[in-house]
């Protein structure tokens, strides 16, 4: 596991140190290596998921390092069967401390299997943990605005009455991207105004400012503000 840190500490760039830590204030600069994301995905791609060293890595938490979350992270995302990957998922959830990790944690293997996913997203959105439910919200608005679509998944993302500031805007975020891929379901919330105030009016910005709204759509929304 310490040869991967030590993997991990050779791809330190300060200078992007500073940058990420004033997009993740609430860790301690000294924790941010400042890592760059396509090396990360390199160095996952070069690692696997089956060496000892990746297995004791992936089990080994909470990190230290910002970076070795998000190595975390990718090396989760390549894990190919999917009991393996939801257990790993499982046990990295409660650990992610910011929407960045959040974020990138998207296993590859869960477009193929989405349907099994159901359960464990109705579980997370029920967590105390604010990146728990910003990662069910987000599997949601990847996975469940297409073919396998279901209305109840809006209703219950609407239902979910939060404070904290990083599940608001992944619910605005999923309202907005729903919108354009399911306007017929969608629309009404805003119409019928049945989100949150705060979530409702982010989520019209970004339909505003999103590419895949029609400007007649969007007209309508600046009167819904």
Same mark, same amino acid.
């Given at each position: ?41 390199? &160095?996952?791609?070069? &690692? ?99 073919? =396998? ?74 009167? =819904?503000?």
């Amino acid at each position: 596991m310490q040869e991967i840190t030590e993997q991990i500490r050779a791809l330190a760039d300060p200078e992007n140190a500073v940058f990420v830590s004033r997009l993740i204030p609430h860790i301690p600069p000294e924790q941010i290596l400042g890592c760059r994301t396509p090396p990360l995905r390199a &160095l996952a791609k070069s &690692l696997g998921t089956e060496s000892e060293a990746v297995q004791a890595f992936l089990q080994v938490l909470p990190h230290h390092y910002f970076d070795e979350n998000q190595l975390h992270a990718f090396l989760i995302s390549r894990i190919r069967h999917f009991p393996a990957c939801i257990a790993a998922v499982e046990a990295f959830l409660p650990y992610v401390d910011n929407w960045a990790t959040c974020d990138q944690l998207s296993p590859a293997v869960f477009r193929k299997e989405a349907a099994q996913l159901v359960p464990y997203i109705e579980r997370w959105m029920q967590s105390e943990h604010t990146y728990t439910v910003r990662f069910a919200v987000g599997m949601l608005m990847q996975h469940f605005l297409g073919e =396998l679509f279901d209305p109840v998944y809006p209703e219950r993302i609407a239902a979910i009455r939060s404070d904290e500031y990083y599940i608001n805007m992944e619910i605005a975020w999923y309202f907005a991207t729903a919108l354009a891929k399911q306007p017929e379901t969608i629309l009404p919330y805003l119409a019928q105004r049945r989100l949150p105030e705060w979530v409702h009016k982010k989520t019209i910005q970004k339909c505003i400012e999103s590419r895949r709204i029609p400007d007649e759509t969007k007209a309508y929304l600046r009167t =819904l503000r």
